[in-house]
């Protein structure tokens, strides 16, 4: 099976500061459960490695602004995010990390009052999940029989 997984909690140096925020827990979980882990970051594939952080923010009626340097990159994070997705249509799950505006399961938006699925999770068709709930046995097993039964339904 093939999860897609944030490029920086896999390991790779693609944060807007150029660091990582590796777990190298989830390896050894792979690879004992036959999975192959893809590492994607829709922020490096679009504007590269390092840049400017990214906040976003509700702006009347122009809907949430994702504002990097002074320009909305929002409508680019969701376009890059289908087509990540859509690129590895035979992935069962992604594991996203918390705080980020590309990959966060709930991103906070100023002046929304709530928060947001970020853009990875809201285009994935598969179960999605962050690094942070697969620290115990528990919640990786939960996700574990989330992407088999997707996949046990893609199959049939
Ligand atoms: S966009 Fe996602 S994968 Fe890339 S650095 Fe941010 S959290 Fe990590």
Redesign the pocket.
């Known amino acids: 099976m093939k999860i897609l997984i944030?490029?920086?909690?896999y390991g790779n140096n693609?944060?807007w500061n150029g660091s990582n925020r590796a777990f190298e827990d989830i390896h050894a979980w792979a690879i004992d459960n036959n999975i192959e882990l893809v590492p994607?970051?829709?922020?490096?594939e679009l504007f590269g490695t390092p840049r400017s952080p990214i906040k976003l923010e509700q702006v009347g009626d122009k809907g949430i602004v994702g504002w990097m340097a002074g320009k909305d990159v929002y409508r680019k994070l969701l376009d890059k995010a289908f087509e990540i997705t859509s690129r590895h249509h035979d992935a069962v799950g992604f594991i996203?990390?918390a705080g980020?505006p590309?990959?966060s399961v709930s991103v906070g938006v100023k002046n929304l009052g709530s928060t947001i699925k970020a853009p990875m999770h809201q285009q994935s068709l598969f179960p999605t999940t962050e690094i942070n709930s697969m620290r115990t046995e528990l919640n990786r097993d939960m996700f574990l029989k989330r992407v088999r039964k997707y996949e046990n339904r893609r199959l049939s």
């Open positions: 944030s490029s920086c909690v693609v944060r994607v970051c829709p922020e490096n996203g990390i980020s590309s990959c």
